[in-house]
């Protein structure tokens, strides 16, 4: 284990639905992060939290609705998303986000169905 | 334009073979690289890190970096089965921004007995 962990493993949701993932992380770390890793594509950076505050939303589209109430918790609230949203959602940390050993949990693997 | 090109494979190669796995990338500014493994059902975990040019080697795994032609490699010895993963190339640019990865799409291998 990491010491990164995501709830749920899978979640199925429909277009409609309302849903949140989980990250927590035990290592001290002060840095969160969220990736999205699609079929045939690179991972793919979505939002950083330093501290607690968000330092970068990667021009991701506000039915990703990021939170996090503070530095070993991330959660990211879904809403009227769209099947091509349907991807491997990835929690990383690090030290500090001036560090560059990512710590990854094992993924929440959404299905929009 | 793609940050990071990598080769997706799949490759698949015997017990014992050297496996060599590359990517190339745009931006002058990535000064960190990285290889991350990542097994089936996982999230991705660090292999390699370097910085800036040059040799690293780690066991049976030797990372290289060439910043002039903006290629770097990952070098497998004696290949187990146990390697069989797929290989994430990564790279940040550093200062503020260093916990911002850019990831390739990953090559797949498998090494079979």
């Known amino acids: 284990e990491t010491g990164v962990t995501q709830t749920p493993r899978h979640l199925v949701m429909g277009m409609t639905n309302k849903k949140s993932l989980k990250c927590e992380q035990h290592?001290?770390?002060?840095?969160m992060y969220w990736y999205k890793q699609s079929a045939k594509k690179p991972l793919e950076l979505m939002f950083v939290?330093?501290?607690?505050?968000?330092?970068e939303n990667n021009s991701v589209p506000s039915r990703f609705s990021p939170e996090c109430p503070n530095s070993s918790h991330l959660f990211l609230h879904l809403h009227t998303l769209q099947p091509e949203d349907s991807a491997l959602y990835l929690c990383?940390?690090?030290?500090?986000?001036?560090?560059?050993?990512?710590?990854f949990g094992q993924g929440t693997r959404l299905t929009v169905v | 334009q793609k940050e990071v090109e990598q080769d997706p494979g799949p490759l698949s190669v015997p017990e014992g073979a050297i496996v060599s796995l590359n990517c190339t990338y745009s931006?002058?500014?990535?000064?960190?690289f990285m290889w991350y493994r990542q097994y089936s059902r996982k999230g991705p975990e660090l292999l390699m890190y370097?910085?800036?040019?040059g040799n690293k080697e780690d066991g049976r795994f030797t990372a290289q970096v060439d910043k002039s032609s903006k290629y770097i490699s990952l070098f497998i010895r004696d290949s187990q089965p146990s390697d069989s993963a797929t290989y994430l190339c990564?790279?940040?640019?550093?200062?503020?921004?260093?916990?911002?990865?850019?990831f390739g799409r990953g090559t797949q291998l498998t090494v079979w007995p």
């Open positions: 931006n002058s500014a990535f000064q960190y």
């Open positions: 990564a790279m940040s640019a550093g200062g503020s921004t260093l916990g911002r990865l850019y």
């Open positions: 370097t910085y800036s040019s």
């Open positions: 990383a940390s690090t030290e500090t986000e001036i560090n560059t050993e990512a710590f």
């Open positions: 939290y330093n501290f607690k505050e968000q330092t």
């Open positions: 290592l001290g770390h002060n840095a």
